[in-house]
T-cell receptor, first 112, second 113 residues
Framework: GDSVTQMEGPVTLSEEAFLTINCTYT??????LFWYVQYPGEGLQLLLK?????DKGSNKGFEATYRKETTSFHLEKGSVQVSDSAVYFC???????????FGAGTRLFVKA | EAGVAQSPRYKIIEKRQSVAFWCNPI?????LYWYQQILGQGPKLLIQ????????DSQLPKDRFSAERLKGVDSTLKIQPAKLEDSAVYLC???????????FGQGTRLTVV
């Protein structure tokens, strides 16, 4: 069945460092891909999404490109801030649009 | 617009007791989801409603879990009887019909002792 695999955390970076969180997926058909973020004490929020191959989703300085050839959707940010400390979840929604499947999450700590 | 509302925020119960969670989705959202998020894992879909009908409940442990969405608006998720392994955060989410983006509530943290 469909699945999402993302790099294990925690990831610890200094402020202004470059961030990459790897995400790969297995799916039949043509899923939509998402990154969600969960800040401490809060619910999941959609960070960005891409609905077809080669689409780039971006928001708040974060970017991810839908790579069908490598079945990947890696999250990147050029310069992280302390406020980016959170858990990041990669997810896919199957082609039928019914079920969203999440990865296990990657916790990011950013030090001042 | 108001977000997805869930209550209670926290609940502690003893094993074999019953518990219920409530969710009020964003107004106008036809699709409602219940997820279970065990510590250190990603959310796992338990049940999905389209209006007041069930679209997917394949991962709902039906011997102890039940959910309903009367009138296609609010929803309740019940566990009876609870087990220790049910300790998790229960997330409710909603989306417009046919939309890819789901909006999540803050969740209910359940601890079974």
């Amino acid at each position: 069945g469909d699945s999402v695999t993302q790099m294990e955390g925690p990831v610890t970076l200094s402020e202004e460092a470059f961030l990459t969180i790897n995400c790969t997926y297995t799916a039949t058909g043509y899923p939509s891909l998402f990154w969600y973020v969960q800040y401490p004490g809060e619910g999941l929020q959609l960070l960005l999404k891409a609905t077809k191959a080669d689409d780039k989703g971006s928001n708040k300085g974060f970017e991810a490109t839908y790579r069908k050839e490598t079945t990947s959707f890696h999250l990147e940010k050029g310069s992280v801030q302390v406020s980016d400390s959170a858990v990041y979840f990669c997810a896919l929604k199957d082609g039928g649009g019914f079920k969203t499947i999440f990865g296990a999450g990657t916790r990011l700590f950013v030090k001042a | 617009e108001a977000g997805v509302a869930q209550s209670p925020r926290y609940k502690i119960i003893e094993k074999r007791q019953s518990v219920a969670f409530w969710c009020n989705p964003i107004s106008g959202h036809a699709t409602l989801y219940w997820y279970q998020q065990i510590l250190g894992q990603g959310p796992k879909l338990l049940i999905q409603f389209q209006n007041n009908g069930v679209v997917d409940d394949s991962q709902l442990p039906k011997d102890r879990f039940s959910a309903e969405r009367l009138k296609g608006v609010d929803s309740t998720l019940k566990i009876q009887p609870a087990k220790l392994e049910d300790s998790a955060v229960y997330l409710c989410a909603s989306s417009r019909q046919g939309d890819t983006e789901a909006f999540f509530g803050q969740g209910t943290r359940l601890t079974v002792v």
